[in-house]
């Protein structure tokens, strides 16, 4: 009897502290998920800084195939190396980007108007769709002058009244903060990202040794295995996404050049960036280069169109299986669903940093998948 009942007791107990267990796990999961919401875009920041750290590494390890130099050597001349070839775009075509960046926001612009006139000429309703500003500003700076002119009764009083001047005041400052605070951040960010992609970098070993500290001493070889193929994963892709990258800016410029579309090389520019994110990316680039073309004619669209699906397909059909499945293989319809779910959640952040945060997922689930067969014999 005494057994029996020192068994229910220790039953109790063991029930008492799985429940408790349990409790406080799902307490800082809710905690933890309350935090990445409310820290989302820090935490953003801070991946896309690892990402730079795990690129430079991958490209000084491939200069290490080359030479035996040491790892710091090889990382500076990689920085020095990219540091050149983004001053020699600057210095050598800042002019010609800036003109073209700002004839393609004035030609986007006026065909967003033009596509809201052709819409309603054919009873489509375009209430629901902001282009008020991008019709307006494409009628010109004449229209402008004409509706912000006063009348000829009101400019005969005179100097403006002090209400009048501390609401323009007001309004020139309120913008002008934004668009400082605006540039502060994007800056900001940037010197975050690279400041942390170099730390990275640097010493990769030091980080990767802290990282497997955390985890508990009994899971600590398991750890190393999902960390190093994490690392592997990520550096394949990232090397297979820059040959990517740079194939599709390279075969947008020079064939929009070839058509005669103006601001092709901002076009090629904006093309390769969006390669970054797949699916998403190319549609985007797409519709920004056929809206661009259209102000050229209706010819020099189709030829663009055009040239968007070949360049659509040798991003899909020849590079990607080429070298991307070699790097990272994830079915098209989860990846967009993926894509879509993160970008609705988080904005710009999650639509791009979505494929590298499913390869990591990926690569544990497929761990733990090899490893519970394993475990069950």
């Known amino acids: 009897m005494t057994d029996s009942a020192d068994n229910r007791l220790q039953a109790r107990n063991d029930l008492a502290w799985a429940i408790a267990a349990g409790g406080i796990g799902v307490v800082l999961f809710a905690a933890l998920l309350t935090f990445a919401w409310h820290f989302a875009a820090t935490l953003f920041l801070l991946f896309a800084g690892m990402l730079l750290g795990v690129a430079l590494n991958a490209m000084t390890t491939l200069l290490g195939r080359l030479t035996k130099l040491p790892h710091a050597l090889r990382l500076a001349i990689v920085c020095l190396a990219m540091a050149g070839l983004l001053s020699g775009i600057v210095f050598l075509g800042g002019t010609t980007i800036a003109q073209q960046a700002t004839v393609l926001s004035n030609t986007i612009k006026s065909q967003l108007g033009s596509v809201k006139d052709f819409l309603e000429q054919h009873g489509v309703d375009t209430s629901y769709l902001d ?40 309004a ?52 190393t295995v999902i960390v190093d193929r994490i690392g592997e994963t ?108 993160l970008g609705v959640v988080f904005g710009i952040w999650g639509l791009a940093l979505a494929l590298p945060l499913m390869a990591i997922a990926k690569v544990m689930i497929d761990h733990f998948k090899t490893e519970d067969p394993a475990r069950a014999a």
């Open 234 to 341: 990520l550096e394949r892709w990232l090397i297979a996404q820059i040959i990517t990258m740079t194939a599709v800016f390279l075969v947008t410029w020079i064939g929009l050049a070839i058509i005669g579309i103006p601001s092709s090389f901002i076009l090629g520019i904006q093309a390769g960036l969006l390669a970054f994110i797949p699916t998403v990316g190319a549609i985007l680039g797409g519709l920004i280069v056929v809206l661009a073309s259209l102000a050229t004619g209706w010819i020099a669209a189709l030829s663009a169109f055009i040239l968007f699906l070949g360049v659509h397909a040798l991003e899909s059909y020849v590079l990607t299986p080429i070298i991307q499945r070699q790097a990272l293989d994830i079915p098209p319809a989860t990846l967009f669903a993926f894509q879509i779910l």
């Open 172 to 223: 020139i400052i309120s913008q002008t903060l934004k668009v400082l605070l605006g540039t502060v951040s994007v800056v900001g960010n940037f010197f975050i990202v690279l400041f942390l992609g170099l730390a990275f970098a640097a010493q990769p070993s030091i980080y990767r040794a802290g990282l497997l500290f955390i985890a508990p001493a009994k899971y600590r070889a398991q750890a």
């Open 131 to 170: 282009f008020t500003n991008a019709a307006g500003e494409a009628k010109g700076e004449g229209s402008a002058v004409m509706t912000t002119t006063p009348p000829p009764s009101s400019q005969s009083h005179g100097i403006p009244g002090a209400g009048a001047l501390a609401s323009s005041g007001g």
